[in-house]
């Protein structure tokens, strides 16, 4: 078991970067899939970015490829969701979430859960 915490978001304008990170407890972390998904007001929960448990395989959503890179650092714990190129519509609470064995893009294949850190992308 795994326990997400997001930290890094903040209040940036349009064309901005801006590395979100998550660290999750646990002894077993490389056995975990980790993704990261986000939440716009009045929208439903959407896939970002997923990666594999020791970081060989990646996934993006079509409107972050390109400008989102995920990568991990297993001997931290941590996962990081680097952007590049905010747009403002790039605005959300981002979830960091986990599953154990393979990457998944469904919200719903995910058992672990952070709290969320919000982005602002100011125009």
């Known amino acids: 078991q795994v326990r997400p915490v997001e930290s890094g978001g903040g209040l940036v304008q349009a064309g901005d970067s801006l590395t979100l990170s998550c660290t999750a407890s646990g002894r077993t972390f490389s056995s975990y899939a980790m993704g990261w998904f986000r939440q716009a007001p009045l929208k439903e929960r959407e896939f970002v970015a997923a990666?594999?448990?020791?970081?060989?395989?990646?996934a993006y959503a079509d409107i972050v490829k390109g400008r989102f890179t995920i990568s991990r650092d297993n001997a931290k714990n941590t996962v990081y969701l680097q952007m590049s190129s905010l747009k403002p519509e790039d605005t959300a609470v981002y979830y960091c979430?986990?599953?154990?064995?393979?990457?998944?893009?469904?919200?719903?294949?995910?058992?672990?859960w952070g709290q969320g850190t919000q982005v602002t992308v100011s125009s």
């Open positions: 979430a986990a599953r154990l064995r393979t990457i998944r893009t469904q919200i719903s294949e995910y058992n672990y």
């Open positions: 990666i594999s448990g020791i970081g060989v395989g990646t």
